[in-house]
């Protein structure tokens, strides 16, 4: 439980501090910053020192900074595969193998990625843009699902008589 506590923490902390970086209001102060470092040069000496204070601080912000754009990262590209998964899932005329491709390994997503690479290069043959058959598919997967909606209203009314 306290791991739950912990990771509930650091996800809020994690997302507050990503917004926060992200901010004009934190450029504009890491630029303050260094414009300070700056004016500060001829004040120490331009000294060792002085080099090693903004070498460190910009070197412990970077390491940080790394992990919570990796996790910014991995959290939008989860919501994006998730989102994706979705359309694919409820498209009848899509693939429900194409679910889930970034569990494939690098050979089989280049392979998929060549296959659909000909499908692109295929269409290109077939017709100018102003004449996609694109339009065509789509009215009459519209229409499939007009026909699918009176079917089940058509069963579900079926139903419906035979219990009563």
Not at 19 to 43: E, H, M, N, R
Not at 61 to 81: E, G, R, Y
């Amino acid at each position: 439980m306290n791991s739950n506590k912990f990771t509930n923490f650091f996800e809020r902390f994690a997302s507050r501090a990503t917004q926060v970086t992200g901010s004009s209001t934190a450029f504009l102060l890491a630029l303050l910053t260094i414009i300070i470092w700056l004016i500060t040069g001829p004040i120490f000496g331009y000294s060792d020192t002085w080099q090693l204070v903004i070498n460190t601080g910009t070197t412990i912000i970077t390491f940080l900074m790394v992990f919570l754009i990796q996790k910014a990262q991995n959290k939008d590209s989860l919501a994006m595969q998730i989102k994706l998964n979705e359309l694919i899932a409820v498209n009848r005329k899509a693939s429900n193998r194409l679910l889930n491709l970034e569990d494939l390994s690098e050979v089989d997503l280049r392979a998929l990625h060549k296959f659909f690479g000909t499908l692109a290069e295929k269409a290109k043959e077939e017709a100018s843009l102003s004449e996609s058959h694109s339009i065509e598919e789509a009215e009459e997967i519209h229409l499939g699902k007009v026909e699918d909606k009176q079917q089940r209203k058509q069963q579900q009314s079926a139903k419906t008589s035979a219990a009563a």
